[in-house]
């Protein structure tokens, strides 16, 4: 069986359409969208590489702050006492007030009150206390002079009805605890 020529040029067009397709379709498509993920994953890489590099021309910055904020947490570790170092701070309260002849009838620690989000709480110390006016500002300056931070609050003087030159003393204090999982 022979084939006239236009049959045979018929023929090859469609053999040759059929490979113009497989080779578009499953050669060429593929081979595109395989390019054009590898494109977006060098752009994404050349993202990554340029922030690393802004990163690491900021690192010896970064790196000065972070030592100098180490710096401002090993001075806070020393001015604000830690949970279990409480009781030796209440003692050193207690001592100063007998070293400056200052009488106290109640002197009521209060629980921790742990702020958000800070790294420290604060604890109430309430007092009420007598003594002359000299002896409670020589205590209250030694207190101020203390090597952990005590803020005096609500100091309130009443005269003392026994004795004329003494004072009756309502004092709120607070002192600021270091937490515990601060300094790691």
């Given at each position: 069986?022979?084939?006239?020529?236009?049959?045979?040029?018929?023929?090859?067009?469609?053999i040759?359409?059929?490979?113009?397709?497989?080779?578009?379709?499953?050669?060429?498509?593929?081979?595109?969208?395989?390019?054009?993920?590898?494109?977006?994953?060098?752009?994404?890489?050349?993202?990554?590489?340029?922030?690393?590099?802004?990163?690491?021309?900021?690192?010896?910055?970064?790196?000065?702050?972070y030592?100098?904020?180490?710096?401002?947490?090993?001075?806070?570790?020393?001015?604000?006492?830690?949970?279990?170092?409480?009781?030796?701070?209440?003692?050193?309260?207690?001592?100063?007030?007998?070293?400056?002849?200052?009488?106290?009838?109640?002197?009521?620690?209060?629980?921790?009150?742990?702020?958000?989000?800070?790294?420290?709480?604060?604890?109430?110390?309430?007092?009420?206390?007598?003594?002359?006016?000299?002896?409670?500002i020589?205590?209250?300056?030694?207190i101020?002079?203390?090597?952990?931070?005590?803020?005096?609050?609500?100091?309130?003087?009443?005269?003392?009805?026994?004795?004329?030159?003494?004072?009756?003393?309502?004092l709120?204090?607070?002192?600021?605890?270091l937490?515990?999982?601060?300094?790691?």
């Amino acid at each position: 069986m022979k084939l006239s020529k236009g049959m045979t040029v018929f023929i090859i067009f469609i053999i040759l359409a059929i490979f113009i397709y497989g080779n578009y379709a499953y050669i060429y498509t593929p081979r595109m969208d395989r390019i054009k993920q590898l494109d977006r994953d060098i752009e994404i890489t050349a993202e990554k590489i340029a922030e690393g590099k802004r990163i690491a021309a900021r690192l010896e910055t970064l790196r000065k702050e972070y030592d100098e904020l180490k710096e401002k947490l090993a001075f806070l570790e020393v001015m604000l006492p830690k949970e279990k170092e409480i009781p030796d701070l209440l003692v050193m309260i207690q001592d100063t007030l007998t070293e400056f002849n200052v009488d106290f009838s109640n002197f009521t620690p209060q629980n921790i009150s742990w702020e958000k989000d800070k790294i420290y709480g604060n604890m109430s110390i309430s007092m009420n206390l007598t003594a002359d006016y000299f002896d409670l500002i020589a205590y209250l300056d030694r207190i101020e002079h203390l090597p952990r931070i005590i803020d005096a609050k609500a100091l309130k003087l009443n005269k003392n009805s026994k004795e004329s030159d003494k004072l009756n003393i309502s004092l709120n204090m607070y002192t600021y605890v270091l937490n515990k999982g601060a300094s790691e």
